[in-house]
């Protein structure tokens, strides 16, 4: 690592690293790499033995191995084997789920890989940041993450955003000789480096723990932990009263202390967050494949719920491939020595798509011939353009510059006459839809002259007005924000449907001196917008926080350096195709294809994985309240084990192995965003659980008054109940609709409950000991019973959901949102 208060000259570098300016050779360069290792921060290794051993530590593990314990003392040796397979079941289990979501997140970070432009056997090549070494020349540029420790050898000046090591708030200004450190991000400027230390000797390595940072809990996580807090204390409850009756009745503590920590360990949802994360990386490795990147699992719920995407014009509603139109010089001025300038004042290397536009548009070489480019410096987003020095054939030097024509026009000086002229061609252009940049030049140190003015045009994408269309019909409204004139955003907004209602930001957020504090006027104006056009990347921040402001979740999308502030506070920042590394840094989504239709596409698979989230949270309260409730009020009245303990090992078996199968599950699509209700969970689980224990206590009155059984026997005849209405209730669980109507389960979930209820069946028939045995009359009664009472649970399901849309529907909750924000009208 460099010494940054010891800085070495250049030549003294390159000697020490054995290395030049013309870079490394790729033999060389792999021969370093087996040296030093890969570019990247070590992590910190756990064997998968350790792993698996992890599940035997922890509050919810100590209490299965004290009831094993327990089991022992009292001599329950069937206990014991049982509750020791159901601790080794779970670890594998969760080991298993473990495996499989870090499996997923690994792929998908393997698609998010940092590349870096490294100079190779002598031709410039992109490589992936991982494989750089010491000695590596590499070109850095606006927007980039420096991938490892360097020192900048050639270019003009730097400008990078080292807060997240160092604390300073404002961009370090660097030029040739300097060090820049690994993790750092470019805010403005171009230049050529060497690289003097990757991996864990870089500073950013030795000092990692600077940046750790905590993250808040999401939505999704205080929803695991209140579902996981409501069952624990229904538990709790339910086993103090247990404890407390059953005592003074004289009942063994040790057993009953014994049947109390088994009860309660198949009561608390235990795999519930492992069983939620991993449908959220199941999904978002589908996600992966649709080129959408989840970066953070839990943004899944936002995307979901998102109400209002704000999206770029530039390659996202519009192809992104620009052409020009007919160039307008200047009086005096050819358009030949408008485009000679403009494409001197461009760079191929740097793939800009304005500067590709332009060089594009040279059909003669000639136009070119004898001209050199000395020194270029690229566009940044305050100056707002590109600018070269460049000698012609007789060794004159020129200035060439070419950017936004207000700027260029500023910077020329024109006579009042000609600047109105000039800004009445821009405007024409603008109004049929038309980008414009301005060209000018300089003789050394001479007057700037302004040459000319050149139209872009980049029309929308195919598919944009279709997918705007499909994301309204799904909820979420669009608003165009782009950089362009108002005139420009209101002609493709026009063609793209959008409607006409298009803010300029720089004048909504003229007399803001702070853009996250926006009055409620200027608000309700912002939700009320189309679009936003002369939008500066703190403009993109403002009408973020203003629409959180009001309730809404935001999705921004963006691509370049300066809107990653925007990014990181939007609901959904989306980084699109092509952004630069610090926005897909600050994105919790990055497409990897061009188009507003992945997002679409994104949207559409969160909201499912959402509803498999939900089905589950819904059933897993409906199974503890149905299990917990009845065993403890039917101990209560009765005064006998309406199950035994083995038996409710046994169902958490029974139980465990097809919920696993809810993350393949095909659930309906919600056609408006949705979002976690702990009220409609709560209340839908709690009177499906009850009607649980109404229908097992007339099971188990069946079973004693129609049967004649004995307490052994009813106890087998109970457990075969609760084990094949458990899944049946998941059916039911899972859609918000009638459970025959479609979607259909899919058919791992479908064959999962159908093979583990012929398991449980045949168990009761044939249990080889362990339980007494019923008939096969009695379990066919059993699941007659079952199957009738599920059309009663699911009627009950759509009743209490449509006394929920009554009295809390989500269209109320559009509509008022909608009338605070545009007036009681609405």
Same mark, same amino acid.
């Given at each position: 690592?460099? #010494? ?10 390159? /000697? ?70 159901? $601790? ?15 499996? %997923? ?6 698609? =998010? ?72 991000? *470019? ?22 723990? $600077? ?118 010089? !200047? ?7 408008? $485009? ?19 060089? &594009? ?24 353009? /590109? ?40 405007? !024409? =252009? ?50 165009? *924000? ?61 009408? *973020? ?24 506070? %939007?609901?959904?920042?989306? %980084? ?18 061009? &188009? ?5 596409? %994104?949207?559409?698979? !969160? ?43 046994? =169902? ?36 499906? &659980? ?14 004693? #008054? ?121």
């Amino acid at each position: 690592m460099t #010494d940054p208060n010891n800085i070495p000259p250049i030549e003294k570098t390159l /000697t020490d690293l054995h290395a030049s300016p013309a870079g490394l050779a790729s033999s060389e360069a792999q021969l370093r790499l087996q040296q030093y290792g890969p570019n990247a921060l070590q992590e910190k290794k756990v064997s998968p033995l350790m792993r698996f051993l992890h599940y035997f530590w922890g509050p919810i593990p100590w209490m299965i191995e004290v009831a094993a314990i327990l089991s022992a003392v009292v001599e329950h040796w069937a206990d014991l084997t049982i509750i020791s397979l159901l $601790l080794l079941f779970n670890a594998g289990i969760g080991f298993w789920q473990e495996y499989k979501a870090s499996s %997923a997140l690994e792929a998908l970070k393997s698609q =998010l890989a940092l590349k870096a432009r490294a100079l190779r056997d002598g031709q410039w090549q992109e490589i992936l940041a991982a494989d750089l070494v010491p000695g590596d020349v590499i070109r850095i540029r606006l927007g980039d993450i420096i991938p490892a420790d360097v020192q900048l050898l050639e270019g003009d000046y730097l400008s990078a955003d080292q807060s997240a090591l160092t604390g300073e708030s404002l961009p370090v200004s660097k030029k040739v000789g300097d060090v820049a450190y690994s993790g750092t991000i *470019v805010k403005q400027g171009e230049m050529v480096a060497v690289i003097t230390a990757t991996g864990m000797n870089t500073f950013f390595g030795k000092t990692a723990g $600077l940046v750790q940072k905590a993250g808040a809990v999401s939505h999704f996580q205080k929803a695991v932990l209140r579902i996981g807090d409501y069952l624990i204390y229904i538990a709790l409850g339910l086993v103090a009263v247990l404890i407390t009756v059953e005592l003074f009745r004289g009942q063994s503590f040790l057993n009953l202390l014994q049947f109390a920590l088994i009860l309660t360990v198949a009561s608390i949802p235990v795999a519930m967050p492992a069983v939620l994360s991993v449908t959220m990386a199941l999904g978002a490795l589908k996600l992966s494949r649709m080129k959408a990147i989840v970066t953070r699992l839990e943004s899944i719920e936002e995307m979901a719920g998102m109400r209002i995407l704000c999206s770029d014009k530039t390659g996202t509603l519009t192809q992104n491939k620009l052409t020009l139109g007919v160039l307008e010089p !200047a009086p005096g001025i050819t358009q030949e020595d408008v $485009l000679r300038a403009a494409a001197l004042a461009s760079k191929a290397e740097d793939q800009d798509s304005i500067d590709l536009a332009v060089l &594009g548009a040279v059909a003669d070489p000639q136009l070119l011939q004898g001209w050199q480019q000395q020194h270029f410096t690229p566009f940044d987003p305050v100056g707002k353009r /590109t600018e070269a020095q460049v000698s012609d054939s007789s060794g004159q030097i020129w200035t060439m510059t070419k950017g936004a024509p207000q700027v260029i026009l500023e910077l020329c000086h024109l006579p009042n006459a000609l600047l109105q002229d000039m800004q009445g061609h821009i405007q !024409a =252009l603008a109004e049929k839809g038309y980008r414009t940049l301005g060209a000018a030049r300089k003789v050394d140190s001479g007057d700037w002259q302004f040459l000319g003015i050149i139209p872009l045009f980049d029309p929308p994408r195919e598919d944009s007005r279709d997918t705007i269309a499909q994301a309204e019909a799904h909820g979420i409204e669009v608003k165009m *924000v782009t950089g362009d004139n108002v005139a420009i955003a209101k002609e493709i907004s026009g063609q793209l449907g959008l409607g006409a209602e298009i803010l300029p930001a720089d004048q909504v957020f003229a007399y803001q001196a702070d853009v996250t504090q926006i009055s409620a006027d200027l608000r309700r104006k912002i939700a009320a917008a189309d679009g936003f056009a002369q939008v500066f990347p703190e403009h993109k921040y403002g009408i *973020v926080k203003a629409l959180q402001t009001d309730g809404y979740l935001v999705g921004m999308t963006g691509d370049g350096v300066n809107d990653a502030p925007a990014l990181k506070q %939007a609901d959904v920042g989306i %980084a699109v195709s092509g952004a630069t590394d610090a926005a897909r840094a600050a994105a919790a989504l990055v497409l990897m294809a061009p &188009g507003l239709n992945v997002i679409i596409s %994104a949207v559409e698979e !969160a909201r499912r994985i959402f509803e498999r989230m939900n089905s589950y949270a819904i059933y897993r309260i409906v199974e503890t309240i149905r299990i917990m409730v009845f065993v403890v009020l039917a101990m209560l009245i009765f005064d006998f084990y309406p199950i035994t303990a083995i038996m409710i090992i046994l =169902l958490a078996f029974f139980n465990d192995v097809p919920i696993m199968a809810i993350a393949t599950d095909n659930t309906w699509l919600d056609p408006k965003p949705v979002r976690w209700d702990m009220h409609r969970v709560l209340t839908v689980s709690t009177v499906l &659980g009850l009607i649980g224990v109404v229908e097992t206590f007339g099971m188990l009155l069946i079973a004693r #008054d129609y049967f004649h059984m004995d307490i052994p026997h009813l106890q087998t005849l109970i457990f075969l109940k609760l084990a094949v209405a458990g899944h049946l209730t998941l059916f039911i669980a899972r859609t918000r609709k009638a459970f025959l109507r479609k979607p259909w389960p899919s058919a791992t979930l479908l064959w999962s409950a159908i093979l583990t209820k012929a398991a449980a069946t045949l168990f009761v028939v044939y249990p080889m000991g362990l339980v007494p045995s019923i008939t096969w009359g009695e379990a066919g009664a059993v699941w007659i019973y079952c199957i009738l009472w599920i059309f009663i649970e699911d009627w009950a399901k759509i009743r209490v959901y449509k006394h929920l849309e009554l009295n809390t529907p989500r269209h109320q909750d559009f509509i008022a949102l909608a009338q605070k924000n545009l007036g009681p009208t609405v």
